[in-house]
């Protein structure tokens, strides 16, 4: 049984997975204005994925009969100084939705709600995912900053990037 306090929780993440979609959104947007449509694309698809991923919450405390509840999203940045400082932020943004999700373990756990730890452990698997690609493509972006044709190699490598929903 999901306690309240667990909804509540729950219904934080799903906004924090919102406001992650939109902050990427945002990136985006910087990056079309940036003339790196690679770079936008790649954001746009990190976009869907957090959205889907807001929606798996939804989806889950509607099974569970619980109450989801919508709060405002924060606005992101829209700018930013460089390549290098979006990928930067993109990697401690995943850092801290790392922490979020481990804190909703161990809430489930304190709870001894072994469905919803059962439930969180694919978004503990999909962090590391998400944070072995963010630190990857910082690495990337780094080496590529000096030099303005690594960078174009890079935006056209990130182009290819294909949204793939995640399974059920």
Known sequence: MVSEKMQDALN???????????????????????????????MKIQAQEELSHGMKFYDYLIRRGKRVILDEIEKPASTWESPLAVFEQVLSHEQKVTGLINQLVDLAQD??????????????????EEEETAGGLLQKVRLASTSPSSLLMLDNELSQRVYHPPAE
Do not use: I, R
Request: aromatic share 20%; proline share 2%; no cysteine.
């Open 12 to 42: 934080k993440q799903l906004n924090a997975e919102l406001y992650s979609a939109y902050l990427y959104l945002a990136m985006s947007a910087y990056f079309e204005d940036s003339n790196l449509p690679g770079f936008a694309n790649w």
């Open 111 to 128: 709870e001894k709600d072994h469905a919803t730890n059962n439930f969180l452990q694919w978004f503990v698997a999909e962090q590391v």
